[in-house]
């Protein structure tokens, strides 16, 4: 799965809006947090991809 058939997915799916709702409460993302759940949702991403998806959250309206 891509990054942007997750987000497409996030659309219209509550669970995995609760998901990202939960590691979203503190206001912040660690580095295990973002690969556990790369991880579990089978998206292909590395170390250096995560200003670039953290950038791309904040602008989705996901994180401040």
């Known amino acids: ?7 497409q997915q996030y ?3 509550k669970a995995l809006q609760e998901e990202v709702a939960a590691i979203l409460a ?3 993302v660690t580095i295990s947090e973002f690969f ?5 949702h089978n998206v292909e ?3 250096t991809d995560l200003p670039k ?4 959250a904040k602008q989705l309206g996901f994180i401040k």
């Not at 799965?1 to 987000?7: N, Q, S």
């Open 1 to 7: 799965m891509t990054v942007e058939e997750l987000v």
């Open 11 to 13: 659309q219209t799916d």
């Open 26 to 28: 503190d206001g912040k």
């Open 36 to 40: 556990s759940f790369a991880k579990k």
């Open 45 to 47: 991403v590395s170390l």
């Open 53 to 56: 998806y953290m950038e791309q």
